[in-house]
């Protein structure tokens, strides 16, 4: 005898044995599912064929299921109830009453753009969970999005062109400096930079790639005599006089009040963007999420410029 194949049974089969159990009868059956006495029986006879065994003992006093039928019907109750648990699901994710927004970001967003756009989203839809998985490397966001891993994404523009995106903000390159009794000049040369010991991040930090990027566009190089990878780390070090960096404005917030900040000799900046896959069906909360930072962060699709610029 052939196995049975899931892929044939129909719901409407699985409906018409629970209702049959239910009640009792093929004609009472019927009446529940406002069907025909005879496409009930066709549904049942369909389904034992498929299925390979008897499920129901007809007689003139009504239907009875066989030992392998109550089996049976008690497993179609559990797919019918899965299936209205499903639409229960959809319907309430489609009220902003459930669901779940995944976002994947470098810590610097996460710290400090993140929190206060989360508390708003939260006052307004408090069911709505969102879980933050933080990235060291902004090609490690884009690919979290790219797999399915997180819904929306925070990287540096430009990005790839499987993705939408908008700008964020523009976030300006500082020097900082040890403590000194006098002010330094700002901007600083590239001569009075190479007076000082670099703590940078390690050569696999994103931020740094981008940096390095950025300088020899202009023929300079970075050679740091420190690599050091959490940000307060660095600035730390800076503070206890033992060199200088160069970080972003949010990244290196908050700025010990001691050191010294001064401007490259040439501006610099790094320009964070929000992403979302391409074409992708992002479920409700995701676009309201969306629109609750855009409330707190204006955003421009990209290339249009921004309002917001820090580091100025």
């Not at 490690?140 to 523009?157: I, K, N, P, S």
């Amino acid at each position: 005898m052939a196995k049975a194949d899931p892929h044939r049974v129909k719901l409407s089969q699985l409906r018409a044995l629970v209702t049959i159990a239910d009640t009792g009868s093929f004609s009472e059956a019927a009446l529940q599912m406002d069907l025909s006495q005879s496409a009930v029986s066709h549904a049942i006879a369909t389904l034992e064929d498929e299925l390979g065994v008897i499920l129901l003992s007809r007689s003139r006093h009504g239907a009875v299921l066989t030992p392998v039928g109550q089996q049976i019907t008690e497993e179609a109750r559990l797919v019918l109830q899965s299936l209205q648990n499903l639409c229960h699901q959809a319907d309430l994710a489609k009220g902003l009453q459930s669901g779940e927004v995944r976002l994947a970001a470098f810590r610097s967003v996460a710290t400090h753009i993140l929190p206060e756009v989360i508390r708003q989203f939260r006052e307004q839809y408090p069911h709505i969970p969102i879980a933050i998985d933080e990235k060291s490397h902004y090609e490690m966001v884009e690919d979290a999005v790219r797999q399915g891993h997180a819904d929306v994404g925070f990287t540096y523009l430009p990005t790839k062109a499987d993705f939408e995106s908008w700008e964020l903000l523009r976030d300006r390159y500082l020097v900082l400096l040890p403590p000194t009794p006098a002010p330094v000049a700002s901007p600083l040369s590239w001569a009075d930079l190479a007076a000082y010991p670099l703590i940078l991040p390690p050569s696999d930090d994103g931020d740094r790639q981008h940096l390095e990027g950025l300088l020899r566009r202009q023929g300079q190089t970075l050679k740091p005599a420190y690599a050091v990878r959490e940000d307060s780390t660095i600035l730390g070090m800076v503070e206890r006089g033992l060199g200088a960096t160069i970080m972003a404005h949010l990244a290196a917030q908050p700025i010990p009040p001691h050191l010294q900040v001064a401007e490259l000799p040439i501006p610099l900046e790094r320009t964070i963007g929000v992403i979302i896959l391409k074409d992708a069906l992002l479920p409700p909360p995701v676009y309201a999420f969306l629109d609750r930072l855009k409330t707190v962060w204006p955003l421009c699709p990209h290339g249009t410029g921004t309002k917001l610029e820090l580091g100025r």
